[in-house]
């Protein structure tokens, strides 16, 4: 079945890494990605991965993806106060409606 | 340039009344996608449409409707029927099924 979960919360100092974890049921995922909600606003996207890979990084992000234990994560290096924001994982599925399936997001907590 | 516009940003439905929610994109893709989203969860899917004139059901399509007469333009409307419509509701689009999606800023959709 689907279900993409993520930890609801996380409180990093300025200057930190920031580590948001995600993990997901389906094994049929084909891309699995990251994105970013500020309040009030749309979903920007910031990066993705296909399940054929283990990382991928770009700039200040680094992904990773553990597909036996279906685990990704998002590693923010340098953490700054503009990345405070909502941070969801999702995931497309092989078969099916290939529509995405979003975790509930994790609040990421910036402190000066 | 380029981008999804939703509009209105803020949009309050009386008892009884349908309210129809804009969709534009002229990012030239064929898929576009209806999403909502209640407070502190994820995204839900209402509706997908993967090419013109064509339209399929998400997890929560009860309550609403679409159509897609036009490649750029995607109007969600919700009915009546919806008892509990107040969320935040966003349109995405993409070039294909199982490519990224791009959203744009979200309607806030409340009950007078």
């Known amino acids: 079945g689907e279900d993409v979960e993520q930890s609801l919360f996380l409180s990093v100092r300025e200057g930190d890494s920031s580590v948001i974890n995600c993990t997901y049921t389906?094994?049929?995922?084909?891309?699995l990605y990251w994105y970013k909600q500020e309040p009030g606003a749309g979903l920007q996207l910031l990066t993705y991965i296909f399940s054929n890979m283990d990382m991928k990084q770009d700039q200040r992000l680094t992904v990773l993806l553990n597909k036996k234990d279906k685990h990704l994560s998002l590693r923010i290096a340098d953490t700054q106060t503009g990345d405070s924001a909502i941070y969801f994982c999702a995931e497309i599925l092989d078969t099916g409606r290939r529509a995405l399936t979003f975790g509930s997001g994790t609040r990421l907590q910036v402190q000066p | 340039d380029g981008g999804i516009t939703q509009s209105p940003k803020y949009l309050f439905r009386k008892e009884g009344q349908n309210v129809t929610l804009s969709c534009e994109q002229n990012?030239?893709?064929?898929?576009m996608y209806w999403y909502r989203q209640d407070p502190g969860q994820g995204l839900r899917l209402i509706y997908y449409?993967?090419?013109?004139?064509?339209?399929q059901k998400g997890d929560i399509a009860e309550g609403y409707s679409v159509s897609r007469e036009k490649k750029e333009s995607f109007p969600l409307t919700v009915t009546s029927a919806q008892k509990n419509p107040t969320a935040f509701y966003l349109c995405?689009?993409?070039?294909?099924?199982?490519?990224?999606?791009?959203f744009g800023d979200g309607t806030r959709l409340s009950i007078l």
């Open positions: 995405a689009s993409s070039m294909g099924e199982g490519q990224p999606q791009h």
């Open positions: 389906d094994s049929s995922s084909t891309y």
């Open positions: 449409s993967q090419i013109v004139n064509d339209f």
């Open positions: 990012l030239n893709h064929d898929a």
